[in-house]
T-cell receptor, first 110, second 113 residues
Framework: GEDVEQSLFLSVREGDSSVINCTYT??????LYWYKQEPGAGLQLLTY?????DMKQDQRLTVLLNKKDKHLSLRIADTQTGDSAIYFC??????????FGIGTKLQVIP | DVKVTQSSRYLVKRTGEKVFLECVQD?????MFWYRQDPGLGLRLIYF???????EKGDIPEGYSVSREKKERFSLILESASTNQTSMYLC????????????FGSGTRLTVV
């Protein structure tokens, strides 16, 4: 079935760039998403990319999509302590069907 | 600010109790979803609804039911709570086919003792 994989943990120093990676299996994915979850809260949609795009930039966030390798990444420039959270990759592959990864915990060291 | 509101942040219930988790959205979204989130397992879809009085099973519907009598409200029901239903429950909603992503509530942490 559909699967989305992410590494579990990433640690970076404040001010550095963070890159969170994700791989997915469904070649018919239409949209891919990044969500952020802060402690004790629900998920917040950060950004999304349509599958025919290679890149999307939104302020400090850059999303790169390599459709051939089924690889999605989220780059956060100038990472701040407020970026510490769990980041979920997700893909939609049909009507209302979304598969989430298990999340990457980003720790930002001051 | 658009919102998905879950009625309780924390809930403690006894084994065998019938439990209702309520979710309300103010965005006139057609689609609503219930997920549970467990460490190491990520988000798993329990049920979803794409219209009033309509419901579809997700990946783990056993032990749960849902109700959608009004467009803005989607309720998750644990018919007879068990300890393995201790979890974080997340409600979400989306417009159309959800291409622009979901809006999530803050979650309800349910503990069954």
């Amino acid at each position: 079935g559909e699967d989305v994989e992410q590494s579990l943990f990433l640690s970076v120093r404040e001010g550095d760039s963070s890159v969170i990676n994700c791989t997915y299996t469904d070649s018919s994915s239409t949209y891919l998403y990044w969500y952020k979850q802060e402690p004790g809260a629900g998920l917040q949609l950060l950004t999304y990319i349509f599958s025919n795009m290679d890149m999307k930039q939104d302020q400090r966030l850059t999303v790169l999509l390599n459709k051939k390798d089924k690889h999605l990444s989220l780059r956060i420039a100038d990472t701040q302590t407020g970026d510490s959270a769990i980041y979920f990759c997700a893909e939609s592959w049909g009507y209302q069907k979304v598969t989430f990864g298990i999340g990457t915990k980003l720790q930002v060291i001051p | 600010d658009v919102k998905v509101t879950q009625s309780s942040r924390y809930l403690v219930k006894r084994t065998g109790e019938k439990v209702f988790l309520e979710c309300v959205q103010d965005m006139d979204h057609e689609n609503m979803f219930w997920y549970r989130q467990d460490p190491g397992l990520g988000l798993r879809l329990i049920y979803f609804s794409y219209d009033v009085k309509m419901k579809e099973k997700g990946d783990i519907p056993e032990g749960y039911s849902v109700s959608r009598e009004k467009k803005e409200r989607f309720s998750l029901i644990l018919e007879s709570a068990s300890t393995n239903q201790t979890s974080m429950y997340l409600c979400a909603s989306s417009l159309d086919q959800g291409a622009r992503g979901y809006t999530f509530g803050s979650g309800t942490r349910l503990t069954v003792v």
